[in-house]
């Protein structure tokens, strides 16, 4: 037994320069844990809510210091002299004293933060890694990475539906060689886009270059011809993340493409055809998170790609359950800061896999040096995960953290995920 001895909060940034909260908890063992929630750019409406001050006179209103107040003053003195290893009962602690659906009343930042910094502070007191503490002993494998190469959304020039095209080297011979392939892929995109449009692609808002293009289908020849050239033909298949509620209009019940407006059968037809050319291990978000009868219709017309939720889910056990019982997706985004602490992630997690449903987990655009998804990730045994661009610190962050874990875990190998592909 090792009970908590101190919270302390405090505001910094995250890898976009906006406020976060991180927060410590220190056992009478001395153990640190420290814990940050990172936020996203495409949020959906059912995530736990982040809290910010408003004030425009820092940080344009997005300083976080009610939320870090929340937890020195409100949160703290509930979790001192509690036992750090009881991740549930701290969680319902804090759920408890916010009192909210969301957990606006603290901020889920405040509450996901301090979630974070027990759950590392309780393996520290094992004196063990935290994918390990989650695996309950040596792990055997890393999780496929994948990779957010071009950045679609609403850029300078074009307006792009899909949020995400992605590259998953899901043939490489190791994790050593699929962050390789990622890296050589990308940068060789560079310059087959520049070959193609007569001018240096941009980075976008995640990093990735700027799509250069509003066509899809255009779009992926592209990463194709990339691929290709780098002779990895056999080794690479792509993924999208569509992020359809960002270019869906309720009004009109339609979704922007290629520059005009469709429906929600037409999209399902279009990308049923985009996967009829192009291998997809999956494709996220391809309707809005409101569109239960549109992602039941989907799951029954598209059968060479998994049917992957984000929005719609939320890493909400409620929500994937309804997904589940509707026959809607074959798996959902596990992005623990959207149902806001460690233990409801883990038991959305744990509902899904039990029944055959995938959790893939994601860091955020937002994103922090040494987030938890990736403990969660690799001591879950997670098949494949998103890991956004070969670019920026946090993000090469996680892909050193799965290189690392594989040399210092022995017999260690990448993930095999041939009997989840469906081309």
């Not at 002299?81 to 004293?97: F, H, N, P, T, Y």
């Not at 405040?110 to 309950?136: G, M, N, Q, V």
């Not at 995109?189 to 990093?207: E, F, M, N, W």
């Amino acid at each position: 037994m090792s009970k908590i001895t101190e919270v302390k909060a405090r505001q910094l940034i995250d890898c976009k320069c906006r406020p976060m909260v991180e927060v410590d908890v220190i056992t009478e063992k001395g153990s640190l844990g420290r814990g940050s929630a990172p936020t996203g750019s495409s949020v959906g409406m059912y995530e736990s809510f982040v809290l910010r001050d408003g004030d425009p006179k820092e940080y344009d209103g997005l300083s976080v210091h009610n939320a870090v107040r929340n937890v020195n003053e409100i949160i703290a003195p509930a979790l001192i002299g509690k036992e750090v290893k009881d991740q549930a009962g701290l969680d319902r602690i804090m759920i408890d004293l916010d009192g909210t659906s969301d957990k606006r009343r603290l901020g889920g930042n405040a509450i996901y933060s301090a979630s974070i910094a027990a759950f590392r502070a309780a393996a520290e007191d094992e004196k063990t890694p935290l994918y390990e503490y989650i695996a309950e002993g040596p792990v055997k494998s890393v999780p496929i990475p994948s990779f957010n190469v071009i950045n679609g959304g609403r850029n300078p020039g074009a307006t792009q539906a899909f949020n995400e095209f992605i590259v998953m080297p899901y043939r490489a011979d190791s994790i050593y060689e699929a962050v390789e392939i990622a890296v050589k892929v990308f940068q060789k995109l560079g310059g087959v886009i520049k070959k193609h449009t007569g001018k240096a692609p941009g980075v976008g808002g995640s990093y990735g270059w700027i799509a250069p293009s509003e066509d899809p289908d255009e779009v992926l020849s592209l990463m194709q011809e990339a691929i290709d050239e780098c002779g990895y033909t056999k080794k690479c298949a792509f993924a999208l993340d569509c992020a359809a509620s960002e270019m869906y209009d309720a009004e009109t019940k339609s979704y922007y493409l290629n520059g005009g407006r469709i429906s929600s059968g037409e999209m399902i037809g279009y990308i049923k055809r985009l996967t009829e050319k192009w291998n997809f291990v999956f494709i996220e978000d391809m309707l809005d998170e409101n569109d239960w009868e549109g992602y039941a219709a989907a799951h029954k017309a598209i059968d060479r790609t998994l049917i992957i939720a984000d929005d719609l889910t939320a890493s909400n056990r409620a929500r994937i359950e309804r997904a589940y019982n509707d026959g809607s997706i074959d798996g959902f985004i596990l992005k623990p800061n959207q149902v806001g602490t460690i233990s409801e992630a883990l038991e959305s997690h744990r509902y899904a896999k039990e029944r055959g449903l995938l959790s893939i987990t994601s860091g955020r655009s937002g994103g922090v040096i040494g987030d938890v998804v990736m403990d969660m990730a690799v001591g879950l045994g997670i098949g494949f995960i998103k890991n956004g661009c070969p670019r920026s610190g946090e993000r090469i962050d996680k892909l050193n953290f799965l290189m690392r874990v594989a040399d210092l875990s022995e017999g260690c190998r990448m993930a095999d995920i041939s009997d989840l592909v469906r081309f």
